[in-house]
């Protein structure tokens, strides 16, 4: 990840950690998203379901499948209306009978999200024409993803963390200075992006090595800064399909494409923090970052959003993810650290401290419960990846992974395989995939 550097109990009141307006639970997203793909709906629709299909055990599958019908509906408004069970397509058109329309929506649960097709069928007036018409066209026809999370995880079996193993892989790029996983070519699976001093590299793990399909020397993507700092700080943020954010204070911000091609340069080192993450600022004189993180905005835009504001102002590691809760609401965590030592975690209206963590940080919902996960690393002696759960009177410690090599970089990696989070983190020569 980036440069960083865990007792508790020191809050920090008047901490600046706007979430923004656009975070949202996987299913709050997947049910708007299909009513506008749809277009105009008649009012008083009815929304059916399919069984779930899923790629794995889902003892409340079909339960999944009818709160999906139930947030669409309501996202339709009016008086349309969820129907209590999933169904066929055949019993929908059915249960439908004489209403203003039917959609149906075919949920599934694949490679880590939860994938929604729907499709609007015309009312069928009487028992003849559902007869007589088998398969009627659909009129219109949508389709919306988001990854597993909490609240679609409270249908699924539990992750147990302690079941989680380690994949240990070699890489070729040197001393990393960055890591982040993600999908930047939208095929749907997962991308490891490695940042080092020499390129920007992205791969894919594939039969016990990093397999390195595209890869971009930073001499053709950004001159160099004219006052990089003595140790550099770095950082790299997928922002969807087609959108990398990648920095070094050796060379400063690009976006890249699909390609690797860059698009756009911007202010900062990107750090994650919610959707789309932000941007920390490092200072020449303090070889560290100071002030506010913010959006990641062009070189031209001299007053960027404000994202978060650490009360110290200066620290030398960020980290920041949307925390959904099992209802659906979503909670943001933010963790600094100071130049001393002394990471500040901050979950909801909640806070604590912790001493003695090591260079990396990162955080995450690694088991989908709506409790987030730290990743830090040691500050003395060998070097290990411990990953900690957030409780408000301290963290609880559930893996500890030693690390003599010393541990570069660390991230957290979006569901993929059994539809769990996993992480990433570069040791020495190695890319460790913790999952």
Not at 244 to 249: C, I, R
């Amino acid at each position: 990840m980036w440069r960083v550097a865990g007792a508790l109990g020191v809050s920090f009141a008047g901490l600046a950690m706007p979430r923004p307006a656009s975070a949202s639970s996987a299913l709050g997203a997947v049910a708007p998203e299909i009513v506008k793909g749809l277009g105009a709906l008649p009012p008083s629709a009815v929304v059916v379901a399919s069984p779930l299909v899923t790629d794995q055990t889902a003892p409340k599958g079909d339960e999944l499948s009818v709160r999906v019908a139930q947030l669409v509906a309501g996202k339709i408004g009016g008086a349309a209306r969820p129907h209590g069970k999933a169904e066929t397509l055949a019993t929908a058109r059915a249960t439908a009978g004489k209403a203003g329309a039917l959609v149906f929506l075919h949920v599934e649960l694949a490679k880590g999200e939860v994938r929604v097709t729907a499709d609007l069928y015309p009312s069928m007036a009487n028992g003849w024409d559902r007869v007589r018409i088998a398969a009627p066209a659909p009129l219109a026809h949508a389709y919306a993803a988001g990854a597993i999370d909490a609240e679609v995880r409270a249908f699924l079996t539990p992750v147990l963390l302690e079941q989680a193993s380690l994949h240990k892989v070699r890489h070729e790029e040197g001393e990393v200075l960055a890591v982040a996983c993600g999908d930047l070519d939208g095929d749907g699976g997962m991308e490891v992006a490695l940042v080092s001093r020499a390129r920007v590299a992205l791969g894919h793990v594939k039969a016990g090595k990093l397999v390195v399909g595209r890869a971009a020397p930073w001499a053709s993507l950004s001159p160099h800064a004219s006052v990089p700092l003595r140790d550099p700080l770095a950082g790299a943020v997928f922002r969807g399909p087609g959108a990398l954010l990648v920095a070094t204070t050796d060379r400063g911000g690009v976006r890249l494409d699909a390609g690797l091609l860059p698009s756009a340069p911007f202010t900062g080192i990107p750090v994650p923090l919610g959707q789309g993450g932000g941007c920390a600022h490092a200072s020449p004189e303090s070889q560290i970052f100071e002030g506010d993180v913010t959006a990641c905005a062009p070189k031209e835009e001299a007053r960027p959003v404000v994202l978060a504001s650490p009360p110290g102002r200066k620290f030398d590691a960020f980290a920041g993810a949307d925390i959904v809760q099992r209802d659906g609401s979503v909670k943001p965590i933010w963790v600094d650290r100071e130049p001393g030592g002394k990471l500040r975690i901050r979950f909801g209206e909640q806070s604590l401290s912790i001493e003695g963590a090591g260079a990396q940080v990162a955080v995450g919902d690694l088991d989908l419960d709506g409790v987030p996960e730290i990743v830090t690393t040691s500050d003395v002696g060998d070097d290990a990846l411990t990953v900690s759960s957030w409780t408000p009177q301290g963290l609880r410690a559930r893996a500890r992974l030693p690390a003599p090599n010393g541990v570069r970089a660390v991230g957290v990696c979006p569901p993929e395989v059994r539809g769990v989070p996993s992480v990433v983190a570069v040791v020495g020569g190695e890319l460790w995939l913790w999952r």
